[in-house]
T-cell receptor, first 114, second 116 residues
């Protein structure tokens, strides 16, 4: 069936380096994609989002890239800090618009090495 | 703004009892709220969509008679796990949408349910 998935379950990076977390999706009708950060025992925290009519969107230290041709989404975190350690989920809007329940990817655990 | 709270944050109950979890949007009105469930080391799975003043829409495989959802006001949705069993032990997370046209879902801190 259609799903959103991640290539790597765990990513370990050195503090100060850039991190890239990848996500593949299969529903070509998806219109809206979001990255969430989840710390242990807490709810997901919104990081950044992007719509299907965009290829790139930048926030503070984060950039999301969307490649609709290969149905690929990535989250780039610049100059990673210890506080970036968490599980990162990509999510998609199933209906292609409007406020519908999200389909989440499996998650990538980002580990920051000192 | 866009703060969502949940109560309780953690609950332990005996098998066969019912547990109510509240989800509140603190600084905005939410016409739509969502309930997700997350098992350890897994992703979030959508359980149901809760619309103010109407019946909830449940995802396939989610028992509506077991997971009762009430969205009585624009700031409150409740999830009641009826006749809870150990396999219902999970992390239950709600989210709320301030404006359907903007899509952004704001998540609550989650409720850890442990059924003994």
């Amino acid at each position: 069936g259609e799903s959103v998935g991640l290539h790597l379950p765990t990513l370990s990076v050195q503090e100060g380096d850039n991190s890239i977390i990848n996500c593949a999706y299969s529903n070509s009708a998806s219109d809206y994609f979001i990255w969430y950060k989840q710390e242990s025992g807490k709810g997901p925290q919104f990081i950044i989002d992007i719509r299907s009519n965009m290829d790139k969107r930048q926030g503070q230290r984060v950039t999301v890239l969307l490649n609709k041709t290969v149905k690929h989404l990535s989250l780039q975190i610049a100059a990673t800090q210890p506080g970036d350690s968490a599980v990162y989920f990509c999510a998609e809007n199933r209906a292609g618009g409007g406020a519908d329940g999200l389909t989440f990817g499996k998650g990538t655990h980002l580990i920051i090495q000192p | 703004g866009a703060v969502v709270s949940q109560h309780p944050s953690r609950v332990i109950c005996k098998s066969g009892t019912s547990v109510k979890i509240e989800c509140r949007s603190l600084d905005f009105q939410a016409t739509t709220m969502f309930w997700y469930r997350q098992f350890p080391k897994q992703s979030l799975m959508l359980m149901a969509t809760s619309n103010e003043g109407s019946k909830a829409t449940y995802e396939q495989g989610v028992e509506k008679d077991k997971f009762l959802i009430n969205h009585a006001s624009l700031t409150l949705s409740t999830l009641t796990v009826t006749s809870a069993h150990p396999e219902d032990s999970s992390f239950y997370i709600c989210s709320a949408v301030r404006d359907r046209s903007t899509d952004t879902q704001y998540f609550g801190p989650g409720t850890r349910l442990t059924v003994l």
